[in-house]
């Protein structure tokens, strides 16, 4: 995880102070950030599963979050139900998040009223270019969360925009924007969520995995978590973790928690930080 933490150096030190709409939630104080504007890190997957080692990544979180995604659920009672509590603070009483991820990679409503699973016909896209390398969709295989018609009624604007994939020798690769990053809290969990999107989607089309390539818009370090990131430059990073998932599996639809197994992750102890919404 060497490059998330050279990137991490980068905005600490050469950041710009910005204020923020984000207050934190123990005192509703305004809170201020470092800010960076245009961002890229490449993950080389091959190496290992790019799991934050300087401090404790949340991986079941990470897995439970990313299946309520895939599922098209707009509701937190999944996440609930498996003791994840990390959209609870945009979710309303019935626990509805309006039509965030879910709702738009599993049914984006078109203009003539049908609705489009963008999964769906991503898979069709990536196995298309496995018969045929020359294959047009080679160069269209997105997903989009950003759905200007949609975005009143989500109780917060997608982060994470879009997703490009390209197959090559064999391999998956995998590009993220990011409009709004926040380094310490939000963005491992983020890099380890398309990561392991990334070896979903290969391992149900039979094709190993390449890079993971994050390019993020808005780069920033909230100003009540310089400490923690200065701890966290401090530590040395172990070597990365494994991903394995059940060979058994080979419908995305059907991949449960229990398919998915992070082995040989060591790391820091943890490094809590307030989270400003």
């Not at 890190?41 to 895939?70: I, Q, S």
Request: glycine share 6%; with cysteine; aromatic share 8%.
């Amino acid at each position: 995880m060497q490059p998330y933490l050279d990137l991490l150096r980068f905005v600490r030190h050469h950041g710009v102070r910005k204020p923020t709409r984000a207050r934190l939630l123990s005192t509703g104080q305004p809170v201020d950030a470092l800010s960076v504007f245009g961002c890229q890190v490449r993950y080389d997957l091959r190496r290992g599963f790019p799991a934050v080692t300087t401090k404790k990544l949340a991986f079941g979180a990470v897995v439970h979050e990313l299946l309520w995604f895939l599922s098209g659920s707009t509701n937190v009672r999944y996440l609930r139900e498996h003791r994840v509590t990390i959209w609870d603070e945009w979710a309303d009483t019935e626990g509805e998040v309006g039509p965030l991820y879910g709702k738009q990679w599993r049914a984006w409503e078109a203009p003539n009223g049908r609705t489009i699973d963008q999964i769906a016909s991503l898979l069709d896209g990536i196995r298309a270019v496995q018969r045929d390398p020359a294959a047009s969709v080679g160069r269209r295989l997105i997903i989009t969360a950003w759905n200007p018609a949609d975005l009143d009624r989500m109780h917060l604007p997608p982060c994470h925009v879009l997703a490009q994939f390209s197959v090559t020798d064999g391999r998956l690769s995998c590009q993220l924007y990011q409009r709004s990053a926040d380094l310490f809290l939000g963005v491992p969990f983020n890099i380890a969520s398309y990561a392991l999107l990334t070896h979903l989607l290969a391992h149900v089309t039979g094709l190993e995995v390449g890079d993971f390539i994050h390019t993020l818009g808005d780069a920033h370090i909230y100003t009540n978590h310089l400490e923690q990131v200065d701890e966290q430059l401090r530590r040395e990073p172990f070597p990365l973790p494994r991903l394995r998932i059940d060979p058994a599996v080979t419908d995305l639809d059907r991949i449960e928690r229990r398919h998915i197994m992070l082995e040989g992750y060591r790391h820091h102890p943890p490094l809590p930080g307030e989270v400003a919404v």
